[in-house]
T-cell receptor, first 114, second 108 residues
């Protein structure tokens, strides 16, 4: 079975621009979660989608948004990029929603904001 | 509210020595606890998890962890370190809260 894939793997943007990241979950998985990883803040939960509905949301500003499509693929969007948005963005999928579910992580998208 | 504290951002052991990575959590409900490993330029990989039942959990690559409710701890151990164990390790409570990570270095 193919793992979680994320595209693109690397991205360079400038302040003020917007960016869209994509995540394809493992086949059959219906839950997709997004995380931001930075050296200073560590791993922080952004949001979780299940069956095209946002189920949980972390403490991030409204510039960060996401969606999930009927095939479970997910995108996250960051508008009006700031230097502090430079990070590794990780996507994870699981069979179902719920805190006990095992998540499978993709390799991440490394975003650099100049 | 939930929180996770990993004691020691860096741990160094010799090859063949015991690995002990510490994790303490705070949770107002019975916790689901996870340990993940991250190798450079890769995503996280699940080592083991505790949901209910047996408090000693065995994972992949020879790692295990014991859930101790009275101590609110979920420390990760491996009897004998291997060079390939060098990586960053994260403890988590459910999917929402991760510890700050512990970088494990293994000396030859």
């Amino acid at each position: 079975k193919a793992g979680v894939t994320q595209t693109p793997r690397y991205l360079i943007k400038t302040r003020g621009q917007q960016v869209t990241l994509s995540c394809s979950p493992i086949s059959g998985h219906r839950s997709v979660s997004w995380y931001q990883q930075t050296p200073g803040q560590g791993l922080q939960f952004l949001f979780e989608y299940f069956s095209e509905t946002q189920r949980n949301k972390g403490n991030f500003p409204g510039r960060f948004s996401g969606r999930q499509f009927s095939n479970s693929r997910s995108e996250m969007n960051v508008s009006t990029l700031e230097l502090g948005d430079s990070a590794l963005y990780l996507c994870a999928s699981s069979l179902a929603e719920g805190g006990e579910e095992t998540q499978y992580f993709g390799p991440g998208t490394r975003l650099l904001v100049l | 509210a939930q929180s996770v504290t990993q004691l020691g951002s860096h741990v160094s052991v010799s090859e063949g020595a015991l690995v002990l990575l510490r994790c303490n959590y705070s949770s107002s409900v019975p916790p689901y606890l996870f340990w993940y490993v991250q190798y450079p330029n890769q995503g996280l990989q699940l080592l083991l998890k505790y949901t209910t039942g047996a408090t000693l959990v065995k994972g992949i690559n020879g790692f295990e962890a014991e859930f101790k409710k009275s101590e609110t701890s979920f420390h990760l151990t491996k009897p004998s370190a291997h060079m390939s164990d060098a990586a960053e390790y994260f403890c988590a409570v459910t999917m929402l809260t991760f510890g700050g990570g512990t970088r494990l270095m293994v000396k030859p």
